[in-house]
């Protein structure tokens, strides 16, 4: 078999190769495992003529920011701009309850700071970069070219959506994709030789387009995207004190665009409804909902009531996908 030291003695050479003594490499990083991986093992391979992006779409998760902005900066000293674009997206988002039209708009808000980006470094640093980190896998390579009767067309449309898909054609930008031969399982491999923390490589998959996919509806409107923070990340906390997060492929919570009643504290209250999902997975293509024990779902729907202002009432997910999608949208 290979081993995963080798592979990186590898990689590092094939970019020091491909990548010029004077040229430069921008990449987008995603907080997710992919890219922050591919990221190392170029910033290994060529220092800083690496040059990473991180935006903040104002769709993140509580403290997302800080917490993986101190994974780039402490744990992996990549080079990272961070960018504070959440007014931007979110103005752009006002309005908009179409899940398809959402995740346009922020595709394109996205393709916009990122261009813009690229062009500070020309304006600032006279820096003209010549190639483009992308975290694609194997299995992606595999879907995108699925083989005739493999049965792969379907998962094909389902991942077209997720992929950045629709950088601008004019960057002329070449691509490099260090990951390109290998499965999740041996990323994370990679990863853990390159000292990047495990509680990192174990987070569960996280969709690009952020949290707009886990509001329905409006994300500007009814405090959702604070309200939907404050209960994920409740929830998230209370799977890992309950020592199931690595059993569980994804957990997150729903913000529902509609208000139910219910009393709290001999008051009358008209607030809003807030669904957890929880699924086990081998790849995200089909997926079951995870049977959570009594007493956890007990404790969980007490103290998001309790603690998160505007919420009153909590569902669980209990649908497998198929029929349904993991994601809400
Ligand atoms: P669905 O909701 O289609 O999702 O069952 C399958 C898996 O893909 C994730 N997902 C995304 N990942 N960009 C991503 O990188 C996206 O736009 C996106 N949409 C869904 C989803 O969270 C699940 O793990």
């Known amino acids: 078999g290979w081993k995963m030291e080798n592979v990186l003695d590898e990689e590092i050479r094939v970019i020091k190769d491909t990548v010029g003594p004077q040229e430069h490499v921008i990449c987008a990083l995603s907080g997710g495992v992919d890219s922050t991986v591919a990221a190392t093992i170029i910033h290994k391979a060529i220092g800083d003529r690496l040059h990473c992006v991180f935006v903040d779409n104002g769709l993140l998760r509580y403290k997302e920011r800080e917490r993986v902005m101190e994974t780039f900066e402490k744990d992996l000293h990549l080079p990272v701009t961070c960018i504070d674009a959440s007014d931007q997206f979110l103005k752009a988002l006002k309005g908009v309850t179409d899940p398809e039209m959402k995740r346009k708009i922020i595709g394109k808000e996205f393709i916009c700071i990122f261009d813009s ?142 208000k139910s009643v219910g009393v709290q504290g001999d008051k009358r209250t008209h607030s809003h409804v807030v669904a957890i999902r929880a699924v086990t997975s081998q790849d995200g293509m089909t997926a079951d909902w995870y049977n959570f024990e009594y007493k956890f779902l007990a404790d969980l729907s007490t103290k998001i009531c309790n603690s998160v202002p505007g919420v009153n009432r909590v569902v669980q997910d209990i649908t497998s996908k198929p029929p349904s999608t993991i994601e809400w949208e």
């Open 117 to 258: 980006f690229a062009q500070d470094l020309e304006l600032k640093l006279g820096i003209k970069p010549s190639y483009l980190v992308q975290g694609t896998l194997y299995p992606d390579v595999i879907e995108s070219c699925p083989p005739p009767g493999s049965g792969r067309n379907h998962s094909h449309t389902i991942k077209s959506h997720h992929n950045v898909g629709g950088l601008p054609k004019d960057m002329k930008l070449k691509l490099i994709e260090p990951l390109k031969l290998l499965f999740k399982d041996e990323v994370r491999q990679l990863g853990r030789i390159m000292d990047v923390p495990e509680g990192f490589l174990k987070r569960h998959p996280f969709p690009g387009p952020g949290l707009a996919v886990r509001v329905l509806g409006d994300v500007t409107e009814d405090n959702a995207l604070d309200i939907l923070r404050q209960v994920d990340e409740i929830f998230i906390r209370s799977i890992k004190d309950a020592g199931l997060y690595d059993s569980i492929w994804q957990a997150f919570a729903v913000f529902l665009p509609i």
